[in-house]
């Protein structure tokens, strides 16, 4: 027994000294799931330059690992993360400023300007976008063809969705989720994006940050306005007084993959989702269906406004992942062919594609992978009338109060309480004088 | 009780003292780590951003807004009933009576059941949450053995009970330590007086209280701050079999300080719930210890 | 006043039906584990496997997650050695030497366990920096301090119940004080630095904050981490990979219990005894 102990003992300390970078070395933080992209790119890297990379692959919540990375001064050369964030990491100065690269960089003329803008900040870019997503509302087909609902399903408003879900509930009460509606904290920025800005979108029109969480001229968050109590009681008639949907899946200890396996499953009528579930679904429910046989089992149609004088017909929202290198890394240059290395057009163009995510650069869009990919260039429309997220300094907070606003309404509280207690957390965080009301 | 006026006590007081200075370092750093979770409960530092590098004084605004705000005073509610449920009547009141019976029955499989529940305490949080999401979900143990064959319709026990799912799956978890201490504890008093209090009849409830009870009063008290203490802070196996949820309904203060800190970002804010935390919870161990030396005197 | 008495056969019988009863409520939230960790269409649901395989325990035993197994291994047996010792050494004069107020600061400090982890991380992430321990070291020692308080109050306790008679004889005999202890004390006091190491090993290796957050390489990461390749925010949910994972990860823990078991028995008692 001891020796055995012994030996494991001096097996670890050995693959612990082996492990350690050394300082000369690169390295880089990225999410499991992305090795396709990542290790060729570094074996090409690693024969071009002779130096080595060391990477750390991050099975879960690489946001918080990120952040704290940042935070404590620890963070590698090249890191990956969720684009809302950009401006925050900027603030703090934790993002290096890439124009110096971007600027003698050829490929930077193939993205999009929308998504340029979002990881440019003050004129300085902080990061490059790896791909985006745009969110609409699937449904089972089967599930429909039950409910008696017409397809191509095109609904106008708000009564329309709510409409369907009612058939899907009265023809299948098996259904548990008639309409799966990203609500809670514990889905995180999904509630905040798949869910409430979506509804949030489509409530009003654009005016002074009316159908928005922030008034960008006035330089001032929304604490309470018509948009955003519309979408507090679009989350009260699924939730409590329509109850059109269950409430485990949002709080089960795998939200994603219980989330997919219940759609595959049947157990969903209508979700609001992302782009990404056509592929994510079959995936994580360890089903192989071809192109076809997936257009059979589901379909997706644009998320409609509520109807109202003001509102837009449909609502849409992107966001994505960047690439970028942290400001503490002694060795900007490096990281930076690292980063040429990971973006090289073809190989990234057909991982793109593969992953079935929006490519965020128009070459990536020509490339063969990804014409061939119908799924892929149906979304075409949607990236083209689509809009980010209100990622000022201290979003991030903001956006936890949304998703506390939506986990309100499902205990019961009602929209005047939820929307003050939403109103008094923006106020703490950024003062009266900050806030603004729409009445 | 023993005093330095023995020699050798004295002689080895210095010796002692300097063996004692390694742990010493290491309390002092977790003092530090408390310290600075103290100062910062009394500003605005976030996580990100502007108030990252210069976070200010902010008073006693913090721990106001524990009161005036909402979440606060919920979660510390959910957790006292929680910590009542799962570990004073569950893990400390299921953990002694099995203590009891297993002393006084002659049951073949003893160690089978000692293998059962030591086998709750001894799993890893993250393997107990999921074993519990598939125990009570509508497609899990509970459902397919037990309601669907009795012709009721499958429930989701995560959905409608939560608060009760995560109390017994706490109890499930924990009443292990309780039964080795108290089942310890039983190794000192004879086996008749705890045959006699098991006994079934009207007395044996009598016996329980007047004769057992006295004797473990002791262990039981100490017991009772350890599992408060612990369970107060409970956090990862919640954390991943609800997150919380549903709605609020198992937000703890440990998920809320979590949501609070990392989520919102607001440091500070998160801060003030772990002090105030602690300032529950040494309230509630000076009620017991009280409690306690009142009773025996 | 008080008979020796047996009880009745229908108090006997309901007594292990009782019993049994217990053992089949602990044990059958463990039955999903096991059924699917051996299923080949291993799912999230309750279903009786028709076919058996070994494969997701061969998966399991082999490549990043053996690693990760030896990671978790090396942390909570250098942890709760560290513990042991460390708390051994202050316990031994908090039981021994006239301190005022000794229980009161014993339990203040205990209460320092409430504060939770994620309170301090902050402080502790960036120590760990200065001090070049954003590695496994740094987790070790982290986990260490996390386990003090309690270990040292438990232990105190235990050393309570020792009387000192033998301590001074073995000084009249002009052995030092290191001596005593390494000869006499720490061997009495076996039972109860079981259970403190046995406490310290479950804790450091349940453990996945401070090692998520401190270590700089996934090469380093231990099981609790590790459990978590098996689900992926956007990969496929390999539920045969992570029950199988689940048993390995919870297997040692159970083993060095029964290695134990005779020590931690006694330990208990000793642990438990001072309010």
Request: proline share 4%; charged share 15%; hydrophobic share 45%.
């Amino acid at each position: 027994m001891r020796n055995l102990l012994l030996s494991v003992l001096t097996a670890s300390v050995a693959t612990g000294a082996l492990v350690s970078a050394a300082a000369a070395d690169i390295t880089i933080t990225y999410p499991s799931g992305w090795e396709g992209l990542m290790e060729p790119a570094f074996e090409e890297f690693e024969k071009k330059t002779g130096e080595k990379v060391v990477a750390t692959v991050v099975p879960k919540e690489i946001d918080k690992r990120i952040t704290i990375d940042l935070a404590g001064g620890a963070a590698t050369d090249v890191i990956v993360y969720d684009s809302y964030r950009t401006s925050e990491y900027a603030e703090s100065g934790y993002l290096a400023d890439l124009n110096g690269y971007t600027a003698s960089w050829a490929d930077w003329d193939h993205y999009f300007g929308s998504l340029k803008d979002i990881s440019t900040i003050d004129g300085a870019v902080r990061g490059i976008p790896v791909y985006t997503d745009v969110r609409m509302l699937w449904y089972n087909r089967a599930i429909f063809e039950k409910a008696g609902i017409a397809e191509p399903w095109e609904p106008k408003n708000w009564n329309d969705i709510f409409a369907a879900a009612e058939k899907i509930k009265a023809s299948n009460p098996d259904v548990e989720y008639p309409l799966y509606f990203p609500v809670g904290t514990k889905l995180g920025e999904a509630t905040t994006m798949q869910g409430f800005y979506m509804a949030l979108l489509g409530a009003d029109g654009a005016e002074g940050g009316a159908n928005r969480l922030r008034d960008w001229d006035a330089g001032q968050w929304i604490g309470d306005s018509p948009a955003i109590r519309k979408t507090l009681s679009f989350y009260q008639d699924v939730f409590v007084n329509k109850e059109l949907s269950g409430r485990e899946l949002y709080y089960t200890p795998d939200v994603w993959g219980d989330m997919r396996r219940a759609f595959a499953n049947g157990n969903i009528g209508i979700m609001a989702n992302g782009s990404w579930e056509f592929n994510s679904i079959w995936r994580s429910a360890g089903i192989e269906k071809s192109t076809d046989e997936r257009n059979e089992f589901m379909a997706w149609t644009k998320f409609p406004g509520d109807g109202s004088e003001n509102a837009p017909a449909t609502s849409n929202i992107s966001g994505g992942w960047n690439i970028a290198i942290a400001e503490s890394s002694e060795q900007k240059d490096l990281a930076w062919q690292l980063m040429e290395a990971i973006f090289e057009a073809d190989r990234y163009a057909e991982w793109v594609a593969g992953q079935g995510r929006p490519a965020v650069r128009r070459d990536a869009l020509e490339a063969p992978a990804y014409k061939a990919d119908a799924y892929l260039t149906s979304l075409s429309p949607l990236l083209e009338d689509t809009t980010g997220r209100d990622t000022f300094p201290g979003y991030s907070s903001v956006s936890a109060f949304v998703q506390q606003a939506t986990t309100d309404i499902l205990d019961g509280k009602s929209i005047d309480e939820t929307v003050a207690t939403f109103r008094e957390n923006l106020e703490d965080e950024f003062g009266e004088e900050e806030v603004k009301i729409i009445e | 009780m023993i005093s330095t006026s023995h020699v050798w006590l004295r002689r080895s007081a210095k010796p002692m003292a300097i063996a004692a200075i390694p742990a010493v370092l290491f309390i002092l750093l977790f003092i530090f780590y408390a310290g600075w979770t103290i100062w910062t409960s009394f500003t605005d530092l976030s996580l990100l951003g502007r108030k990252s590098i210069n976070p200010s004084f902010v008073g006693f605004d913090n721990y106001i807004r524990l009161i005036t705000r909402d979440g606060f005073l919920q979660s510390v509610w959910t957790t006292t009933v929680f910590t009542f449920f799962s570990a004073i009547v569950g893990q400390c009141g299921i953990g002694l009576l099995l203590a009891i019976i297993m002393k006084s029955s002659r049951f073949r499989l003893k160690s089978f059941v000692e293998f059962a529940i030591l086998f709750g305490w001894l799993a890893p949080d993250v393997v107990a949450a999921f074993m519990w999401n598939a125990f009570a979900s509508s497609d899990g143990m509970i459902n397919v053995i037990i309601l669907q064959p009795l012709g009721f319709e499958s429930v989701n026990l995560l959905n409608e009970y939560a608060i009760e799912v995560v109390i017994i799956s706490n109890i499930w978890k924990g009443t292990a330590w309780s039964y080795l201490l108290f089942s310890a504890a039983l190794d000192t008093v004879s086996r008749e007086v705890i045959e006699a209090a098991y006994m079934d009849g009207a007395n044996a409830l009598q016996r329980l209280r007047h004769v057992l009870l006295p004797l473990l009063r002791a262990q039981i008290a100490t017991n009772l701050l350890f599992v408060t203490i612990w369970t107060y802070a409970f956090f990862s196996l919640i954390y991943a079999l609800t997150g919380g949820g549903p709605g609020r309904e198992t937000e703890v203060l440990s998920i809320y300080m979590y949501k609070q800190a990392f989520d919102v970002g607001k440091l500070g804010y998160g801060s003030a719930v772990a002090i105030a935390m602690m300032l529950i919870v040494g309230g509630l161990s000076i009620f017991y210890v009280r409690q306690n030396k009142d009773q025996t005197r | 006043m008080m008979t020796s008495v047996k009880p009745s056969f229908t108090q006997s019988a309901s007594t292990n039906i009782l019993l049994a009863v217990v053992v089949i409520a602990w044990l059958s939230p463990l039955s999903w584990l096991l059924m699917t960790s051996v299923n080949p269409n291993a799912s999230g649901g309750f279903v009786v496997p028709t076919s058996f395989t070994l494969d997701h325990f061969v998966t399991v035993m082999s490549g990043t997650s053996l690693r990760q197994f030896l990671n978790s291994l090396f942390i909570a047996f250098t942890s709760a050695t560290l513990t042991a010792i460390l708390a051994a050494f202050a316990a031994y004069p908090f039981s021994r030497l006239n301190i005022p107020y000794k229980n009161t600061i014993l339990w203040s400090l205990a209460l320092l366990r409430i504060l939770p982890q994620t309170a301090i991380i902050i402080p502790v992430f960036l120590t760990g920096r200065a001090l070049g321990l954003l590695n496994t070291g740094g987790v070790i020692l982290v986990l260490t301090l996390m386990n003090l308080p309690f270990a040292i109050l438990l232990l105190k306790n235990f050393f309570d119940t020792i009387p000192s008679e033998l301590e001074e004889a073995s000084y009249m005999e002009g052995a030092t004080l290191y001596q005593t202890l390494a000869h006499v004390v720490f061997p009495l006091s076996r039972a109860g630095l079981a259970v403190i190491w046995f406490m310290a090993f479950t804790t450091a290796w349940n453990e996945f904050l401070f090692p998520f957050l401190m270590l700089r390489s996934d090469q380093a990461f231990p099981m609790a981490i590790g459990l978590y390749a098996a689900f992926g925010q956007y990969g496929a949910t390999d539920y045969g990979f992570l029950t199988s994972y689940s048993i390995i990860y919870t297997a040692p823990a159970i083993f060095v219990y029964f290695l134990l078991k005779r020590n931690l028995t006694t330990g208990f008692a000793g642990v438990g005894v001072k309010g």
